[in-house]
């Protein structure tokens, strides 16, 4: 079973095109006499290739992977900044820190009858 | 006519005189009442009350799950009125650290009202609600001033009526003086007992104690302790029935003393070693009413 999850690694590895000629040429050995390698090869390349097409790229290589713009990840960063702040101050703003009331209210009262 | 009308003014200022004096007695009626829901409905939780002479204070306290309210109130007779002044100590749990152990919330203020003799002070010791049906506690105080044949020790009345809440009145009163009585102890030896009056920041007496065959001549002086470090103590004057008595040899120095001796004046025993070997035990008692 461990030598199968170790094919599994290199199957990834593989199709992600990076292994070594040599590695390449044991697995390809391998597969040649392991039919649940060879499956599973062909079932992750036919998940490879859905996500390739659902990317818009049926033609590709590689599982085309979402590129982040640093521009894009700031103004995300900075999004989720004013969003915990505006949260923070609406929540005070509602429920109050602890002791919210003013302390003038909590203090005693004499009153002359 | 003129004459009548004189001797009346007389009478009114001695009276008002003896009634402001050392012989009134001022006695502070406490009762601690909730709302139970209706409009005017109330019950009593509680009653007590403390009197002495007019320059004693009453601390009180009232404590519950989550809040404590504790304060020393005063009085200083301005002509027919009295003007009371409240120092306030309060304690409210906040929240629960992450090990579960309680969180509170101190504060301390001052509270002054003006009020007549014959009037009555609520005092809401939680603030006022702004709910008028809600379930409030408050406190009414009345004060009385009667003359008094030279009664000066305090004294104190409690009644509780619900046992949720721990109410409780106290007097506070700064001795004038104080009674000492010493005695001289080694091991299961103990001299006779020398009781005497002292005054507080009085002159210092010589005394002269004698254990077997031997006396011992002591300088002692009666003296007020340091005020408190802490806020709640100094607050609500937690040592005002505290003295010491300074001990020192006779005819030492001022600054040279062997030893001082503080405590409450409740009858128990303090000892301070001499160096002679023997052990000086004072005890310190209100006086007994002149």
């Given at each position: 079973m461990a030598g199968h999850e170790h094919w599994l690694h290199q199957i990834d590895a593989e199709l992600d095109g990076e292994l070594s000629l040599a590695e390449r040429a044991a697995l390809a050995k391998h597969l040649a006499a392991c039919t649940h390698c060879s499956g599973a090869r062909a079932s992750q390349l036919e998940v490879r290739v859905a996500l390739a097409r659902s990317a818009g790229?049926?033609?590709?290589?590689v599982v085309p992977r979402p590129a982040i713009r640093p521009r894009t990840l700031t103004l995300w960063v900075m999004v989720a900044v004013i969003m915990g702040l505006a949260g923070g101050w609406v929540a005070y703003r509602q429920?109050?820190?602890?002791?919210?009331?003013?302390v003038e209210e909590t203090r005693a009262l004499i009153v002359v009858e | 006519m003129r004459s009548l009308w004189s001797s009346s003014a007389l009478a009114a200022v001695v009276i008002a005189g003896l009634l402001q004096g050392p012989g009134t007695r001022l006695t502070y009626r406490v009762r601690v009442l909730e709302?139970?829901?209706?409009?005017d409905s109330a019950r009593v939780l509680g009653s007590g009350s403390v009197s002495g002479s007019l320059d004693t204070g009453l601390r009180l306290s009232l404590r519950g799950d989550s809040v404590e309210v504790e304060a020393l109130l005063q009085i200083t007779p301005v002509g027919d009125t009295v003007s009371l002044g409240a120092e306030f100590f309060t304690r409210r749990l906040l929240a629960r650290s992450r090990r579960g152990l309680p969180l509170w919330e101190q504060d301390s203020y001052h509270r002054v009202v003006r009020m007549g003799w014959a009037d009555t002070a609520r005092i809401h010791p939680f603030g006022r609600t702004r709910d008028p049906d809600a379930r409030a506690i408050w406190l009414e105080l009345a004060l009385e001033r009667n003359f008094a044949g030279g009664a000066a020790r305090p004294a104190e009345e409690l009644q509780l009526s619900d046992s949720l809440h721990d109410f409780r009145v106290e007097a506070v009163l700064r001795p004038r003086r104080a009674r000492v009585t010493l005695n001289l102890v080694r091991g299961d030896t103990v001299s006779g007992p020398r009781p005497m009056d002292l005054l507080p920041q009085g002159p210092s007496r010589i005394v002269r104690l004698v254990l077997g065959r031997r006396a011992t001549s002591l300088d002692v002086r009666l003296t007020r302790p340091q005020p408190p470090r802490a806020l709640r103590d100094r607050v609500l004057a937690l040592e005002s029935d505290v003295v010491c008595l300074r001990v020192s040899a006779?005819?030492?120095?001022?600054?040279?003393?062997?030893g001082v001796i503080c405590g409450s004046l409740n009858n128990v025993a303090r000892r301070l070693p001499l160096p002679t070997g023997d052990t000086l035990s004072a005890t310190f008692a209100w006086p007994g009413p002149r």
């Open positions: 790229d049926p033609h590709a290589h429920w109050g820190g602890p002791g919210g009331e003013p | 709302r139970t829901g209706a409009a006779p005819n030492a120095p001022a600054d040279q003393s062997i």
